[in-house]
């Protein structure tokens, strides 16, 4: 596996080595000692699965303190723009973001820290995105930073005139200058 980094330090990618024949291919997509020996030491507790037709947007979704979530993402079916944004006010990349396309055929992932929204938007018919959380879902500590917040500037790629599919919730998020932050 290799990690390849990202605009924001603390988000890289992870490339799989992978193993393809006549058959099919294969490869690991979780080996906790190949991703302690690349820097990533984290306990994942729960595995997320879900399902999202083109144009749906999910995001930005982050948890806070206590409870913040760090998350390792990849795609088993299909193809998204998968974005992080940095929400520790003490970081030099404060406000930033970045966005990486993730996909069955690319096989790769991402690691986003506790620290950090995140969101996507499903490129392909269906997309199936599986992520491993570092803390389990606490709707109480569950925060959406609005997905087209004009200060983050998130470049995603929306036909012009397009307008994502978002669940209710995330329609209803907050700009970055009114989320509750990280020190």
């Not at 980094?5 to 024949?21: K, Y």
């Not at 303190?65 to 404060?94: C, H, M, N, W, Y």
């Not at 606490?138 to 005139?161: K, M, T, Y």
């Given at each position: 596996?290799?990690?390849?980094?990202?605009?924001?330090?603390?988000?890289?990618?992870?490339?799989?080595?992978?193993?393809?024949?006549?058959?099919?291919?294969?490869?690991?997509?979780?080996?906790?000692?190949?991703?302690?020996?690349?820097?990533?030491?984290?306990?994942?507790?729960?595995?997320?699965?879900?399902?999202?037709?083109?144009?749906?947007?999910?995001?930005?979704?982050?948890?806070?303190?206590?409870?913040?979530?760090?998350?390792?993402?990849?795609?088993?079916?299909?193809?998204?723009?998968?974005?992080?944004?940095?929400?520790?006010?003490?970081?030099?990349?404060?406000?930033?973001?970045?966005?990486?396309?993730?996909?069955?055929?690319?096989?790769?992932?991402?690691?986003?820290?506790?620290g950090f929204a995140h969101g996507f938007l499903a490129l392909s018919p269906w997309a199936e995105v599986c992520y491993k959380t570092t803390d389990y879902y606490s709707p109480e500590?569950?925060?959406?930073?609005?997905?087209?917040d004009a200060e983050l500037n998130i470049a995603w790629p929306l036909s012009r005139g397009e307008v994502?599919?978002?669940?209710?919730?995330?329609?209803?998020?907050?700009?970055?200058?009114?989320?509750?932050?990280?020190?």
């Amino acid at each position: 596996m290799r990690r390849i980094p990202t605009a924001i330090s603390d988000v890289f990618v992870l490339e799989p080595r992978v193993f393809e024949d006549d058959r099919g291919f294969f490869f690991e997509s979780y080996n906790r000692k190949t991703l302690e020996s690349l820097g990533l030491i984290e306990d994942f507790v729960q595995d997320n699965h879900s399902r999202s037709h083109r144009g749906v947007l999910r995001g930005l979704h982050y948890q806070i303190a206590p409870r913040a979530q760090g998350k390792l993402v990849r795609v088993v079916v299909g193809e998204i723009f998968d974005v992080a944004v940095d929400l520790r006010r003490s970081s030099p990349t404060f406000g930033r973001w970045v966005g990486v396309h993730l996909s069955a055929e690319n096989k790769r992932q991402i690691y986003i820290p506790a620290g950090f929204a995140h969101g996507f938007l499903a490129l392909s018919p269906w997309a199936e995105v599986c992520y491993k959380t570092t803390d389990y879902y606490s709707p109480e500590h569950e925060r959406c930073v609005l997905w087209n917040d004009a200060e983050l500037n998130i470049a995603w790629p929306l036909s012009r005139g397009e307008v994502p599919l978002l669940s209710p919730k995330d329609a209803q998020g907050v700009v970055l200058a009114h989320a509750d932050l990280f020190d």
